[in-house]
């Protein structure tokens, strides 16, 4: 299994907080992204990162900024929680242009 | 317009029998990827079976297979001999342009309930 762990795994929030979750990988992949997950849209991207301080903005980036500082980690922040960002979040990575992407877990968020 | 489409939201399907999920994609990209990913109950994301555009043979990886129909746009999945342990999402995906892009992402259709009875 890809060495990929996102932290915290649960999460609630309250409207208008700031909130940082974190995906942290092993492989020293070069490529990782934020996904969100909600029911009737399957994966939807957020943000993606293709190098330590490379990132660009995914289909659904409004509300959300990412940080990439080490090759290992990968922040996701939204910057004041709404009710509409309640989601599970999955990080993923992969290695190589023709690779699969591996996901980490997920952390559900509620915001409240 | 959707790239990934997955037309059945559930399907039903006995133990030991075959069973095929819909997938059809739109790009004007030459090279493309094209992913199969199963999330069980329990919510992880698990890669099944991988397609390149250029792949002449439908791809096979145990009981999965890729059916692979390129002038109709569509990477069907095939599951031979159902089992209860299969029950769970399957999502489709595609990489665009995947030979010389950076950082391409994937993009997701919105993904079939498969349950098994037995």
């Known amino acids: 299994d890809a060495g990929i762990t996102q932290s915290p795994r649960h999460k609630v929030t309250e409207t208008g907080t700031p909130v940082t979750l974190r995906c942290h990988q092993t492989?020293?992949?070069?490529?990782m992204y934020w996904y969100r997950q909600d029911p009737g849209h399957g994966l939807r991207l957020i943000h993606y990162s293709y190098g330590v301080k490379d990132t660009d903005k995914g289909e659904v980036s409004d509300g959300y900024s990412v940080s990439r500082s080490k090759t290992e980690d990968f922040l996701l922040t939204l910057e004041s929680a709404t009710s509409s960002q309640t989601s599970v979040y999955f990080c993923?990575?992969?290695?190589?242009?023709?690779?699969?992407?591996?996901f980490g877990n997920g952390t559900r968020l509620t915001v409240t | 317009a959707q790239k990934i489409t997955q037309t059945q939201p559930g399907m039903f399907v006995q133990e030991k029998e075959a069973v095929t999920l819909d997938c059809t994609y739109d790009?004007?990209?030459?090279?493309?990827?094209l992913f199969w990913y199963k999330q069980p109950s329990s919510g992880e994301m698990i890669f099944l079976i991988y397609?390149?555009?250029?792949?002449?043979q439908n791809a096979t990886e145990g009981r999965y297979s890729l059916n692979f129909q390129k002038a109709r746009k569509s990477a069907n999945l095939v599951i031979s001999a159902s089992q209860l342990g299969d029950s769970a999402m399957y999502f489709c995906a595609m990489r665009e342009g995947w030979l010389y892009q950076a950082g391409t992402a994937l993009i997701f259709g919105k993904g079939t309930t498969l349950s098994v009875s037995s």
């Open positions: 790009t004007s990209d030459q090279s493309y990827g």
């Open positions: 397609q390149g555009s250029y792949d002449e």
């Open positions: 492989e020293n992949h070069r490529y």
């Open positions: 993923a990575i992969r290695d190589s242009n023709n690779s699969p992407l591996h």
